[in-house]
């Protein structure tokens, strides 16, 4: 069974930065596309950034030149630096493996971890 276990958020001022972390396990996690997604109360989950198993990102327009994300293939981690963070980035945030791309995501899984709470406030 597939499991996603995201860590590393918490509450950060305006401008701030941080580091979340997804340990996957049960899925071949160097054959996938990963990414990273955010969940406002009420809305849908979002894909904003995503990398291919070979290190190819792409990014929503939104945090693009702030986020980063990144994985280690022999640790089945995928990460997200997060840096010059807004109020607007306060969200929820989940992994999951990909199969689309940025604005037509395709999710590899049913399953979704607890995800991790990101909150940017002053």
């Known amino acids: 069974q597939v499991h996603f276990v995201e860590s590393g958020g918490g509450l950060v001022q305006p401008g701030g930065s941080l580091r979340l972390s997804c340990k996957a396990s049960?899925?071949?996690?160097?054959?996938?596309?990963m990414g990273w997604y955010r969940q406002d109360p009420g809305k849908q989950r979002k894909l904003v950034a995503l990398?291919?198993?070979?290190?190819?990102?792409q990014y929503t327009d939104s945090v693009t030149d702030r986020f980063t994300i990144s994985r280690d293939n022999a640790e089945d981690t995928v990460y997200l630096q997060m840096s010059s963070l807004k109020p607007e980035d306060t969200a929820v945030y989940y992994c999951?493996?990909?199969?689309?791309?940025?604005?037509?995501?395709?999710?590899?899984?049913?399953?979704w971890g607890q995800g991790t709470q990101v909150t940017v406030s002053s």
């Open positions: 999951n493996a990909d199969w689309g791309q940025i604005g037509r995501p395709k999710p590899g899984y049913n399953q």
């Open positions: 049960g899925l071949n996690f160097g054959g996938c596309p």
């Open positions: 990398i291919t198993p070979t290190g190819a990102t």
